[in-house]
């Protein structure tokens, strides 16, 4: 087979098996390990596909996101890690943005004793939290509810937000590769974190990395337009050399 062949023919044993070692494809393939490694680079660098330690699985498309609740008992070390790594880029008398999500949310505890600090949100949960701090000056957004992730989106929410200013915003996302960039798979979420970016001075992505090679039907940015990306030291290296190569800032974290 010629290799165009021989990476579709890899695409199709992975939906039948999701994942596969590269001893099992060169086997499958009759062909050298450094063959299966360049078809995976290939597949990996077109979004196809997402290497593991010893092997390659599908990209996986995100039809829809689990509950708050459910994604709260999720990576809890990891986001504890990333969370602490963004608290220390806010400094006195910044106005933040908050995002929606449990990545973020751990955030809250580490911004309590911060001076003169503004804290914009569209999560629920954060404005529950941060309420008992007066000293905290505490702004939500307003807009159309989302049950499923106790927050506030829409065309609502992005009009609010373009009438304020923030010095630093910390975005969460569901799911994010190099080829498709942050994505959800809910439409009035894109609107909102649009918005989000453009009246930042500084936008942060907050994300662990099992979300990594998981992508929505919505893009909401290329990675390169985050100034910073905070993520877990677990990111497949192969990604992490994708990044440099194309300039994305990029600070991982060991979860705690």
Known sequence: MIPDQRREHILKLLQERHVLSINELTSMLAVSHMTVRRDIQALENE???LSVTGGVRLAARLKSEPS????AQ??????RAIARAAAELVR?????????????LQMVPLLTDKVGLTVVTNDFNVVGHLMEYPNIELIHTGGLVSHADHSSVGQFAA???SKVNVDIAFVASSSWDLERGSTTPSEPKVVTKQQLLRMASKSVLTVDS????????FRVARLEEFDLIISDDRLPR???????????RLQLVAPE
């Open 92 to 104: 006195e008398n910044f106005t933040v943005f908050i995002d929606a999500g449990t990545t973020t």
């Open 47 to 49: 979004g196809k596909v």
């Open 210 to 217: 099992t979300k990594y090679g998981k992508f929505g039907t």
């Open 74 to 79: 999720l990576e809890v070390p990891a986001k």
């Open 159 to 161: 009009e609010f937000l």
């Open 68 to 71: 708050y609740l459910a994604k």
């Open 238 to 248: 192969s990604a992490v050399e994708e990044m440099a190569e194309r300039d994305v």
